[in-house]
């Protein structure tokens, strides 16, 4: 029998055997008469230099021998002319044999219930694999794999991901077909080799020399395959090497960290206010470490040294333990044959074991850092066992879990791939046996396989991108059942992200690769609130979703961004409802509470609480960056800072941030010697930021209309964010600010920007702007414009052009904009019109929306755009007035609306209810079907939102008939309620899911109850 272990191992206390260390994970011979009995714990220690570390901080409980020996389970994919495989399952310390036919390819011992076998032949095609284990004596069942796949053809270069350095004795590659023998090319010499049981492996090498050109391939030889080479990466200096991260929070007592950003084979040091606590060598980019308890108050560092050289952690403080750890969940059912146990209701960071009744010791463990875990289990369950789990951390066990028992295994059927299959995000697998392999081939090709340790699972497919009308095929294989493939599903649709404001530059609302909402799918029974997320403040951004994010420490998944009025930037996981925890987030500087004598009139009321992140962020896919702009007070004054956020972990990226500042010529409301400094407490930044022409563009208005203040436009660099132009609206009066109820500017396919000013200064000229429609060039240059022949009154009556943005319709050069006299402005951007006194006869159209009467019908936001065949469909929402639809054809709005909502509840009146601001709208469909049209609406229940948070209500209408109200989130209050309305913060629709942000600290999210 051996023991996988670092070090020697003891049986209590006594040495029973060990060895020299010649890589960190190694196995190591027990000595001669050494029976290990049930109950014994076994630990570690390791002797370097004449000094002996402390014992493994968490010994191994030695099983009880089990009745009946069971199955396996094949951890390697098996391929056709491999030459090395991997068997799970086992009971550690027995003997795995596998076999073709009657040729025995090889046999290999399984220390911790995993044999690396390396095969003395190749694997034949055509016939099944059978793996048996024989432990203490005991034969155990066969164990048959699938049938073997031929190795893909060409075979494809493995990765090498760099950087390597010099004097670096460990090689980690990546994208290998399991079975494979990879070889190690040095200035284009073969050198070592290994073979790869999985795809992913850190192999020894002897330590390259700065300046080496080192690549790698992949080859099955008696298939006579060979991949060509990766891209050769070159050895740097080990002077150059990376600082390791130490991964927080951390508390009293913790006997583990996780530290990241290792390199392969250097040497680790923990160390505690500089004290070194223990030492170890990596040999993957990231460890979980076992480390003595860590001391409260201190300051953990990590070091890695290489070649001579050092480089040292960002300290992270050691806090107070928690006063007590909940006892885990273990996820029932459990089914007989399964590799892994689901336990819920973990504490991150903690080491949670797995225990056996029938064997009277832990068959499963594994460090935890997200509230629930899978964690594999060896020997594979046995059918009349009860499982039960703990968790330890920073120097406390919880209680046992309740004891949940294995049921047989039963029928096993073939599984079912999910559907709608988009093209970003892994295939979800249901219909499985929990405990079960999935294996997910793509068009008739192994892409991967996950174990299942539920009904459902993500089957990640490693250097895969789906395509729309790809086929995605699923089987099942659990102990000695290897299922038939269920039936194909096909990748339907691309990638959905919404990645600014209105869903795109031209600001039409509309998502138009929604396959799975519909008129048909959404109503009362069948769609509601499906879970919500804590937020640290108030929601005026619209929520972003950027579908497949490589997010640090998670993988790929789909993610939906909220940013809050109190300066923080959340990524959470868009999809299970059982991630509560965001995937990160990151705090920009302190908001600026409320009220506050330099922000606003006396009376302002506008904004609540405190100011922040007022605008929707903008996402840039080409640079995974999130940018948004956060407004701050601190000793030196009120300031607004760009932040470039990398999506994956919230880290700051591109420099930032820069702090937005700007003096330009001018002698309007505040100038001083001629020039106009842009002064922040007096600039709302309200309008969504816009990413075009390679710049990200910020606008800006006023709070509540204190001045001195003007409407100003700033350009960056989206890659540098180096400031690229700035625009003022008024530079020789005041006032004209850019707000558009939080609507971008509009930019069209030439790169020009649009935007509406609100009351301030107009000169006939052009020169000064206010209650105008402009055009800008990409260097902010005013290149045209517009303004009503009513602009003195306008201005007079604080009636804003700008409440509402401008909208670009799509196949057309024409813009289409109102504001609060509830009036539509159709322009030809080629010719705005400029001012025509006495009336607006010079541009394409204007109408009112709602005619002047005793009440306020102001437009806020921005109107909708759907081409749908008898469309396309403009519509728009004013506040004290219904819902609308205007049929556009021959260039023109008809300006009898061609649909009309009929809501009136709850307070008896037009829209339900009264006052500012309407209804802040968004459109889903599946393309121009008409059957797949929604009209969803953010809009107040009962109250006036102006100068008041008030409740909300979320609505949806059949984008073809607006009479028709599908569903409303007071229809099940209990379950489906908004809350506090999010003033002019549209619904972001997504793969399925619609995303509402609120004033009641939370993000909610809304979808298919039975999907």
């Not at 009929?902 to 209810?913: F, N, R, S, Y």
Request: aromatic content about 6%; overall charge neutral.
């Amino acid at each position: 029998m051996t023991l996988r272990v670092n070090g020697s191992p003891t049986v209590s206390g006594m040495p029973v055997g060990g060895g020299v260390a010649a890589w960190p994970d190694q196995t190591f011979p027990l000595g001669p008469g050494v029976a290990l009995r049930p109950g014994d714990r076994i630990t570690a220690t390791q002797t370097r230099d004449g000094r002996t570390s402390p014992a493994s901080v968490q010994p191994v409980v030695v099983q009880k021998r089990p009745d009946t020996v069971g199955p396996l389970r094949f951890g390697s994919h098996v391929y056709a002319c491999g030459q090395c495989l991997r068997v799970d399952g086992a009971v550690p310390g027995a003997t795995v044999t596998v076999q073709q036919g009657p040729l025995v390819l090889g046999s290999a011992p399984a220390p911790d219930g995993t044999a690396r076998i390396a095969l003395l032949g190749p694997v034949g095609a055509g016939r099944a694999l059978v793996a048996r284990q024989s432990a203490c004596g005991t034969p155990g069942a066969a164990t048959p794999s699938p049938l073997p796949d031929a190795p893909p053809r060409p075979l494809p270069p493995p990765v090498l991901p760099g950087p390597l350095f010099a004097g670096q004795p460990g090689v980690t590659v990546s994208g290998v077909c399991e079975g494979a023998r990879v070889t190690l090319l040095r200035d284009n010499t073969p050198g070592e080799q290994a073979c790869f049981d999985l795809a992913t492996l850190t192999f020894r090498v002897p330590a390259p020399a700065e300046g080496e050109q080192v690549s790698v391939v992949q080859e099955f030889t008696a298939c006579g395959t060979v991949s060509g080479a990766a891209p050769p990466v070159h050895v740097a200096p080990a002077s150059r090497l990376p600082a390791p991260a130490v991964g927080g929070p951390l508390c009293a007592g913790a006997t583990s960290l996780r530290l990241t950003g290792l390199v392969p084979g250097a040497l680790l040091t923990v160390l505690a206010d500089g004290t070194p606590l223990g030492t170890a060598q990596a040999f993957r980019p990231t460890a979980d470490l076992d480390v003595p308890p860590l001391p409260r108050g201190s300051r953990i560092t990590a070091r890695q040294q290489l070649g001579g050289h050092a480089a040292e952690s960002a300290p992270v403080p050691v806090a107070a333990p928690p006063a007590a750890l909940p006892a885990p969940v273990v996820v029932a059912p459990l089914t007989a044959g399964a590799a892994h146990v689901r336990v819920r209701n973990v504490h991150p960071g903690a080491l949670v074991l797995v225990l056996s009744t029938a064997l009277d010791a832990p068959v499963g463990c594994r460090y935890v850092h997200t509230a629930q875990a899978a964690v594999p289990v060896a020997p594979l369950l046995a059918d009349g066992d009860r499982v039960v789990a703990l968790q330890v951390y920073c120097g406390l066990a919880s209680a046992r879990s309740v004891p949940v028992p294995v049921r047989p295994l039963g029928d096993v059927r073939p599984p079912h791939v999910r559907t709608p299959l988009g093209a970003c995000l892994p295939p979800v697998v249901g219909g499985l046996v929990p405990g079960a392999d999935t294996d997910v081939y793509v068009n008739g090709r192994w892409r991967g396989t996950a174990g299942a340790a539920g009904g459902t699972v993500p089957v990640e497919l490693p250097g895969v991108a789906l395509d729309v009308g790809d086929t995605v095929t699923a089987r099942q294989r659990i102990a000695s059942v290897v299922t038939d493939f269920g039936p194909p599903a096909q990748v339907t649709s691309g990638p959905v992200s919404v990645t600014t404001q209105h869903n795109d530059n031209r600001r039409t609302g509309a998502q138009l690769l929604e396959v799975a909402l519909s008129p048909a799918t959404v109503g009362p029974t069948g769609f509601g609130k499906l879970f919500s997320r804590a937020v640290d403040g108030h929601l005026y951004a619209q929520p972003l979703h950027v579908s497949g994010v490589a997010v640090a420490g998670h993988g790929r998944r789909n993610v939906v961004y909220a940013a809050t009025m109190h300066n923080s930037v959340y990524a959470f996981d868009a999809d299970d409802p059982a991630a509560a925890a965001p995937l990160w987030h990151a705090s920009l500087g302190p908001a600026v509470p409320l009220p506050d004598p330099e922000i606003g009139p006396g009376s302002y009321r506008d904004i609540a609480v405190e100011v922040g992140i007022v605008s929707t962020p903008v996402i840039d896919l080409g640079r995974n960056v999130l940018y948004a702009v956060a407004f701050t007070k601190d000793g030196q004054g009120y300031h607004h800072s760009l932040h470039a956020l990398d999506l994956g972990s919230g880290q700051e990226v591109l420099g930032g941030p820069v702090r937005i500042a700007a003096t330009v010529p001018g002698g309007g409301d505040g100038s001083s010697g001629g020039r106009i400094a842009f002064t922040s407490h007096r600039q709302l930044q309200r309008a969504a930021l816009t990413l075009a022409n390679g710049r990200v563009y910020v606008a800006f208005a006023s709070y509540g209309d204190r001045g001195p203040y003007h409407g100003w436009v700033f350009g960056f660099d989206a890659g540098t964010l180096r400031r690229t132009g700035v625009y003022i609206t008024t530079p020789d009066t005041g006032l004209g600010g850019i707000w558009q109820a939080g609507q971008g500017p509009a930019v069209d396919d030439e790169g020009f920007l649009y935007a509406a000013t609100g009351n301030g200064g107009f000169r006939p000229d052009g020169s000064n702007l206010g209650d105008s429609i402009i055009r800008l060039t990409p260097d902010l240059a005013v290149a045209d414009w517009f303004s009503p022949f009513d602009n003195a009154a306008l201005d007079a009556a604080d009636a804003d052009l700008g409440s509402a943005g401008p909208l670009l319709i799509p196949g057309t050069h024409l813009l289409l904009s109102g504001g609060k006299e509830s009036k539509f402005y159709l322009l030809d951007t080629r010719a705005m019109g400029h001012f025509h006194a006495g009336s607006d006869s010079q541009i394409v159209q204007s109408f009112y929306v709602v005619p002047p009467d005793a009440q306020s019908h102001h437009l806020h936001g921005g109107a909708v755009h759907w081409s749908f065949p008898g469309g396309p469909w403009i519509y728009v929402w004013p506040e004290n007035a219904f819902l609308r639809a205007y049929r556009f054809a021959g260039g023109r709005l008809e300006t009898a609306a061609v649909s009309t909502s009929t809501t009136t509840d709850p307070a008896g009146v037009p829209g339900g209810a009264p006052g500012m601001p309407g209804g802040i709208l968004s459109l889903s469909a599946h393309g121009t079907d008409p059957a797949t049209g929604l009209l969803w609406a953010s809009h107040p229940w009962r109250a006036n939102a102006n100068n008041a948070v008030v409740e909300g209500v979320l609505r949806v209408y059949r984008a073809t008939d607006l009479t028709q109200e599908l569903w409303n989130s007071k229809m099940h209050p209990a379950r489906d309620d908004v809350g506090s309305f999010a003033k002019f913060a549209a619904p972001t629709i997504a793969g399925g899911k619609v995303y509402l942000g609120t004033f009641s600290g939370a993000l909610h999210v809304y979808g298919l109850l039975t999907a």
